[in-house]
């Protein structure tokens, strides 16, 4: 069965970075678009960015230019690497996968203290 697994959260500094890892597992890894979505606290879901398997990537405007999505197929991994983070980028940061369903893992909490 699909399965993702987020790691790489924790406690950061504002101006700190972070690597978030999302680990995958019976997906059709190499042919698929991921993406990694944020909820902070109190507010909706939203999606900060997604490689497609030809690795195009898309940001949203609030991180655009501080992270960077990439993807090793052969590992079938997705990661995340955050600079220069502030304290709204603090969330709880979902993977997210889709085939005929949406599968998302648990989610990886990261705070970004001022």
């Known amino acids: 069965q699909v399965q993702l697994v987020e790691s790489g959260g924790g406690l950061v500094q504002a101006g700190g970075s972070l690597r978030l890892s999302c680990t995958t597992s019976g997906t059709y890894f190499s042919m698929s678009t991921f993406g990694w979505y944020r909820q902070p606290p109190g507010k909706q879901m939203e999606v900060i960015a997604r490689?497609?398997?030809?690795?195009?990537?898309d940001y949203a405007d609030s991180v655009k230019g501080r992270f960077t999505i990439s993807r090793d197929n052969d590992k079938e991994m997705v990661d995340l690497q955050m600079h220069s983070l502030k304290p709204d980028d603090t969330a709880v940061y979902y993977c997210?996968?889709?085939?005929?369903?949406?599968?998302w893992g648990q989610g990886t909490r990261v705070t970004v203290s001022s």
């Open positions: 997210r996968y889709t085939d005929t369903l949406d599968y």
């Open positions: 490689i497609t398997r030809d690795l195009e990537t």
